[in-house]
């Protein structure tokens, strides 16, 4: 196996272990996390018990186009759609206006209950005839009612009153009474079942009610791109729920349909105001076209323009035939002035219209003939002849008579028709104005028709929308209630008492962990210093056996310290001198237990055959003393050190009678110089002199960070064991200890846990603290 493959397997253990020793921490408290849980299962049980059960019920709708209704094909809207904003439908159904009148509808100012021994749950209507006597806007306040059914009637309590107004014969209709309801029971026997029932009435104000309402009920999307609204409300009645939901449905329904007919009704109403002055003003054109008709001879313009043309032309054609019959007269008068007229024959049918002179000419060319005649066979002289020819001349005479009286007569005539033609032309030549001013009026008199024509179709459009409106919404269901209720939901709250028996203890342990900066065992240890060894974890001993004075003991106290024992040897440095080692008992602060591992290592080393002296070189507290049932200020080290007459081995005790190799020397009377004596070279002395006599001595020396007695006397030793203490030593004094190694201040050093296990610090103390000792030299 490669380094790589090494180290992989290596960090997967070290994973596992850290698992392993998390879940082994959070196990040790197994017993509060089964109280936990039986508490949380047990308060689940309660809440489920004495929790009112509450009803969910739901409708859905859509929101119609309200843009659409009835529109006649010639409206210029008809393919246009109005877009539905689906968050302003919803404000307008949650508007205080819409709840208040579903809330007017259903009278949900009266709430109805059945108190229980343990419950008051609210339901849809009493079990007997209720009717309210008061309108909504006399209830000011909040009121409440408590009825009884008893076997002689009703007992009606207002509020916490407790004087009862009482009802007979369940029908207040015969009972004089001030209060705002009527109760009725059909019969005795209807009301047998409901006997030793109690039922509260509870009136609210009607904004009270309405805010309520409003804050009960929830209005949403049902999802995106829907163009249809759910509607939800819970209560502990599911049938008051449907019947609230149905309520305002049916509101806002009606609501938008009297929108709409609001609107149709007031179109109405202003095209028949629209109509009034729309026909006064077609009156008053229609009269000022009559009057410039009339005033200017006409019907119609193009018809009196064609007529005026005609008569104009009729005129000119007149004229010009009066002319025709002058010039023909004037010829017919040149030919009879001829020298040779009376013989000649005149022109007939030349076109003469008058009748009178063709007459005569006809005449007068009779006579010619007759002439004619006779003078070829009686010849000039003949008197036929001179009397033919007086008679021409007379007929001739008449001829120019006639001429002359026609002619004047054509000339009379001439000048009417000049005339009536220039007044026929001056008519002609007028007709464009006419025709304009009459136009304009026309014009504003079709403006007016057409107005008149599209108010009347929209009329027609808003009358056909008010007769047939739409409804504002498609109901796609009506309110339904669930099944079971949704609060509480039994499986979900035994759930979450389930997880909250799991997570208050474990969040109580980890905050417990997280925020106790005191180490544990060996890993917060080995975290902190490296690798520097660890001799042993030593369990905590509960009781106050804290001595193990039998050499041949079994107990787990024993078997620790004697592996801590065994330990020892492997951080002492090898020699091959047979002089003792000197082993010192250290700590960093009071109550780590130095002093109870330094008792129990030399009885540990002892119950192996080895001599063994126990120091108590803790000159400000010492502590041995009370292992041994020994006074405090006994002859000790401290007499030893001050007193250079005195024999260190005249003060040695035996503590145990089981430990023949085990010795003791006390720290003697408390100095005020420790600091001067264990630095004056007779405690170097004993120590060389306890070598040669002893295997072990194990000397217990004063906490390292509050005094420098142990750091002076340092040198003397073989190796050093550093107390640490589960769940009493700091995490950060660590680095305090890791500094003294780093820098040789202590040979060899190991560290010793102790109280491995253990929840709390037990409760013995050195009394230490910063002000340790006793303000003498250090």
Partial sequence: MNQ???????????????????????????????????????????????????????????????????????????????????ENEIEIIKSYRIIEQAVKQLDLTMGFYEVGNVLTTEINQFPF???????????????????????????????????????????????AHDLPFELQFENGEAAKPYLGHSYLLRLSPLAGATRKLKGALNVSMLGKGSDLLKLSH??????????????????????????????????????????????????????????????????????????????????????FDVENQLIITDLLEETLGAD????????????????????????????VLQRDNFAVSGGENNPTIKILNDKLKNVKSNINASIDSYKAQLNASKQQLVKRNQRYAGQVSSLPLKEKLMRSRIRQQEIKQTLYLFLLQKREEAAINLA?????????EYALSSGGPISPNSRNIYLMALIAGLAVPFAAIYGFNLLNTKIKGKNDVVNSVGDIPILAELPRIKGDKLVFDNPTDRSVQSE??????????????ATDSDQGKVIYCTSTIKGEGKTYVGMNLSLALSSINKKVLLIGADLRNPQIHSYVAHEKNEVGLSNFLHDDSSDWKAAIIHGF??????????????????????????????????????????????????????????????????????????????????????????????????????????????????????????
């Fill in 4 to 86: 790589d493959q090494k180290s992989m397997t290596a960090q997967k253990n070290d994973q596992g272990e850290v698992i392993k020793s998390e879940i082994i921490k959070y196990l040790r408290y197994w017993y509060w996390f089964a109280i936990c849980i039986v508490l949380a299962l047990l308060g689940a049980y309660l809440y489920l018990r004495y929790t009112p059960n509450i009803y969910s019920s739901t409708a859905k709708i859509k929101i119609l186009d309200k843009g659409k209704g009835l529109e006649l094909p010639s409206s210029a809207f008809v393919f246009n759609r109005s877009n539905i904003n689906l």
């Fill in 129 to 175: 005839k209720f009717v309210k006597t008061i309108p909504n806007d006399s209830i000011s306040n909040y009121r409440q009612y408590r009825i009884e059914v008893n076997k002689n009637g009703f007992n009606v309590f207002e509020g916490a009153s407790e004087n009862a107004t009482l009802i007979g014969n369940y029908n207040s209709y015969n009972v």
């Fill in 657 to 778: 009678e089981k430990h023949p190799n085990h010795d003791i020397l006390l720290s003697g009377s408390i100095p005020p110089n420790p600091t001067q004596l264990l630095t004056n070279g007779r405690f170097e002395q004993l120590i060389t002199e306890a070598r040669a006599i002893y295997d072990y001595i194990i000397v217990d020396t004063a906490p390292t960070i509050l005094v420098t007695d142990t750091l002076l006397i340092s040198r003397l030793a073989d190796a050093t064991i550093y107390l640490v203490r589960a769940d009493y030593t700091e995490k950060n004094l660590l680095e305090f200890s890791k500094g003294l190694n780093n820098a040789g201040k202590l040979k060899n050093m190991a560290y010793v846990i102790n109280g491995v296990g253990s929840s709390k610090a037990y409760g013995y103390s050195y009394n230490y603290g910063y002000g340790y000792g006793y303000g003498g030299n250090e």
């Fill in 340 to 367: 040779n007229a009376e013989s000649d024959l005149l022109p007939a049918n030349i076109g003469i219209g008058d009748n009178n002179i063709n007459g005569l000419i006809d005449q007068y060319n009779e006579l």
């Fill in 468 to 476: 047939i409106t739409e409804p504002s919404i498609k109901v796609v």
């Fill in 560 to 573: 620790a310290f004697r592996i801590l024992s065994a330990n020892v040897n492997y951080i002492l440095p």
């Fill in 234 to 319: 819970s209560s502990q009645s599911w049938t008051r729920s449907e019947r609230t939901l149905n309520a305002v449905i049916d509101v806002f329904n009606r609501d938008g349909i009297n929108d709409r007919q609001q609107i149709s009704k007031r179109t109405i109403d202003f095209i028949d105001e629209r109509f009034k002055s729309l026909a006064m003003e077609l009156d008053s054109i229609e009269v000022d076209i009559k009057d410039f008709k009339r005033s200017n001879n006409f019907i119609n313009l193009e018809s009196d323009a064609e007529v005026s043309l005609t008569q104009q032309t009729m005129a000119e054609g007149q004229v």
